[in-house]
């Protein structure tokens, strides 16, 4: 038996599909694997809130500690991620994207953010206001969801 969803339901998945897609390709136009691609985006995402530690990105990626210093080596070695040590502890490492990092990945999705600014501009207030909120809402509702598998055990 099948559930009727609103189309807005599977409009989303195809969103979350192509999204993929998009990653590979981003990617695969920044000469990295899809394991240190997924790193150089955590590490963008957390560097606007807060610093990051190694363990910090290894928690957000689900790695080693070994496996963390491998990727960051990596992406050091790509012109992506950068280390520093603190001045008052030197043995605390942070790691934060470059602005190469920044400025590869705009520039490869400004035409994408162009045309989702345009199209969002151009719908009345209170439309781009309820697109805006939908959109936080679905956000919430991956990351939510997606702490709830990560939290069950695989099925072996």
């Not at 990617?27 to 560097?47: K, M, P």
């Not at 502890?89 to 994408?112: N, S």
């Not at 600014?117 to 919430?140: G, H, N, S």
Request: charged share 20%.
């Amino acid at each position: 038996m099948s559930h009727a969803y609103h189309p807005a339901t599977y409009a989303l998945q195809a969103v979350i599909a192509q999204s993929n897609v998009l990653e590979r390709e981003l990617a695969r136009l920044l000469g990295l694997n899809a394991t240190d691609y997924r790193a150089l985006s955590a590490l963008q995402q957390l560097s606007r809130q807060e610093t990051v530690t190694m363990t910090g990105l290894g928690a957000a990626l689900g790695t080693t500690a070994a496996t963390t210093s491998a990727i960051v080596d990596r992406l050091e070695r790509a012109g992506y991620a950068q280390r520093n040590r603190a001045e008052t502890d030197r043995r605390l490492v942070t790691i934060e994207p470059t602005p190469l990092a920044w400025q590869k990945i705009v520039e490869i999705m400004r035409p994408l953010m162009g045309a989702t600014d345009a199209w969002v501009k151009a719908l009345r207030p209170e439309d781009a206001q309820l697109v805006t909120e939908f959109l936080r809402v679905t956000a919430t509702h991956l990351t939510d969801h997606a702490a709830t598998l990560a939290a069950q055990e695989a099925d072996r």
